[in-house]
């Protein structure tokens, strides 16, 4: 049954409502496509038409835009996307974004969205080790590359060491041109772009040449000691046993390690099983070591990609 929802925004401030509508009214569409409902607004008088569930959370995440714009010139369609997920996962219980500690980083202030992002960065601070498991796009790489660049900065650790294993996901490399490093660049992308984002190209490439920040394969890992390092192992459902085991045995004093990977996209050859899901069950009661686990709720991507993941998973258990 279809209600209707009227309320005011407070402080009335033309010129801001002006900015949450968006170019268009980009906003109100983007809200109305997510949740199915009808956003009427006559200056700081608002109405909203659709289910009574919808309507609900379309005032919160409108009421929720306009604070936001309180701090800041603009909103970004990912911004929005964020406060939809977050509404529509009925996430509403948590703490307020004011009460989230950010990651200042020089380019941008990262604030964790969701439990899970927040938990994972407690977890992050608090112990040595830490696992983040989940599908894609739920943040575990690039929140992890932002607390590592914030701690740079900060001072608390000397240098940032960012691995992957060179598993190729079911494409050949062998016949692409160039030498061994250029050939190994793109398995490394996903985190020369979390870099840039964070500090910037020009810093990035100052310090990865100043070897304060390394990027490389995880077989460059092997026979060596990281203290006072963020160290951090993408991919790491595509380790083998021997080098998830040889990469945990890498760090030293003063040093955090984080391992994220994504169980569901192992790429390793059938005969060989996944290192990340082993050492999982080696380390569980281990209390030095931290476990997030992220879901489909998590994605902070485009909506459609929480909705793909939703459906692989439902797939996978209709299989099993």
């Given amino acids: 049954m279809e209600s209707n929802l009227k309320f005011e925004l407070k402080p009335i401030d033309q010129e801001r409502i002006n900015r949450l509508s968006g170019p268009t009214n980009s906003t109100?569409?983007?809200?109305?496509?997510?949740l199915d409902i009808k956003i009427i607004s006559r200056g700081k008088d608002f109405k909203i038409q659709g289910s009574?569930?919808?309507?609900?959370?379309?005032?919160?995440?409108?009421?929720?835009?306009?604070?936001?714009?309180g701090d800041k010139d603009n909103l970004t369609p990912e911004e929005i996307h964020l406060f939809?997920?977050?509404?529509?996962?009925?996430e509403n219980?948590?703490?307020?974004?004011t009460t989230r500690t950010p990651i200042k980083t020089p380019k941008v202030t990262v604030l964790p969205k969701g439990k899970n992002q927040e938990d994972y960065l407690k977890t992050i601070r608090q112990k040595t080790l830490t696992f983040g498991v989940g599908p894609a796009g739920t943040g575990k790489t690039y929140l992890a590359v932002a607390l590592a660049v914030e701690q740079l900065r900060s001072?608390?650790?000397?240098?940032i060491v960012l691995t992957?294993?060179?598993?190729?996901?079911?494409?050949?490399?062998?016949?692409?041109?160039?030498?061994?490093s250029q050939k190994i660049d793109p398995y490394l992308k996903p985190l020369y772009d979390a870099l840039f984002e964070t500090l910037g190209f020009k810093e990035t490439n100052n310090l990865i040449e100043g070897n304060i920040i390394e990027i490389a394969p995880l077989a460059f890992m092997r026979g060596r000691t990281l203290s006072n390092s963020f160290i951090i192992l993408d991919e790491g459902?595509?380790?083998?046993?021997?080098?998830?085991?040889?990469?945990?045995?890498?760090?030293?004093f003063g040093s955090k390690v984080i391992v994220t990977g994504d169980l569901t996209q192992v790429d390793l050859p059938s005969n060989s099983s996944s290192g990340l899901l082993h050492a999982?069950?080696?380390?569980?009661?281990?209390?030095?070591?931290?476990?997030?686990?992220f879901n489909s709720k998590d994605v902070v991507r485009n909506s459609l990609v929480q909705k793909i993941v939703e459906a692989y998973d439902k797939f996978r258990e209709t299989k099993k």
């Fill in 237 to 252: 459902q595509n380790t083998t046993r021997e080098q998830m085991k040889m990469f945990l045995t890498r760090f030293g």
């Fill in 52 to 69: 009574k569930n919808n309507i609900k959370a379309g005032q919160e995440i409108l009421v929720k835009l306009y604070k936001r714009l």
């Fill in 155 to 159: 001072g608390e650790i000397e240098k």
């Fill in 93 to 97: 219980k948590e703490k307020k974004d």
């Fill in 280 to 293: 999982i069950e080696v380390l569980k009661s281990v209390k030095e070591v931290g476990f997030i686990e």
């Fill in 164 to 180: 992957r294993p060179a598993v190729e996901a079911g494409e050949k490399l062998g016949f692409l041109p160039g030498d061994l």
């Fill in 84 to 90: 939809l997920r977050e509404a529509m996962n009925k």
């Fill in 28 to 34: 109100y569409k983007q809200i109305e496509k997510e």
